[in-house]
């Protein structure tokens, strides 16, 4: 692995405020592919976002439950940060949240590598990837 000269080039923290609308959170450095977020002043679900299965897609760290489909999240990954709607586990009106931000490979390539095909996004230099895949069984 690479040594990391600026390691703020492949994650970054920024904390912002909720505002349960659309808007754009900004200062990341780059545009991230996995977008972790979490109230600060509140007992909110964690939301967890990423480029490969899209903005769209939820996970939530601290649950047992399967993948949600949220339609106000994130709506785009973008060249600072990214945008999103109201969903209410990342943009509360008032509410502070921190957001944690990793920068994969961008567009996930297609591995047909053994006998499930998955996508990939990884970077090299920093050793973080995201795969998706789904099981047959």
């Not at 977020?37 to 897609?57: E, M």
Request: glycine fraction near 12%.
């Amino acid at each position: 692995m690479a040594i990391i000269d600026k390691p703020s080039d492949y994650f970054n923290t920024v904390l912002y405020t909720g505002n349960s609308s659309t808007q754009s959170i900004t200062g990341v450095g780059f545009q991230p592919d996995w977008v972790w977020c979490k109230s600060r002043n509140g007992a909110d679900n964690h939301a967890i976002f990423d480029s490969v299965r899209g903005g769209q897609k939820q996970l939530r760290s601290n649950t047992t439950g399967a993948e949600l489909t949220r339609t106000n999240a994130i709506s785009s990954f973008d060249s600072d940060g990214w945008s999103m709607g109201s969903q209410p586990e990342m943009n509360s009106s008032g509410a502070t949240y921190a957001s944690w931000s990793w920068k994969a490979g961008g567009t996930a390539s297609s591995n047909t590598d053994g006998s499930i095909t998955s996508n990939v996004s990884a970077n090299t230099t920093s050793g973080f990837s995201i795969v998706s895949y789904t099981g047959t069984g």
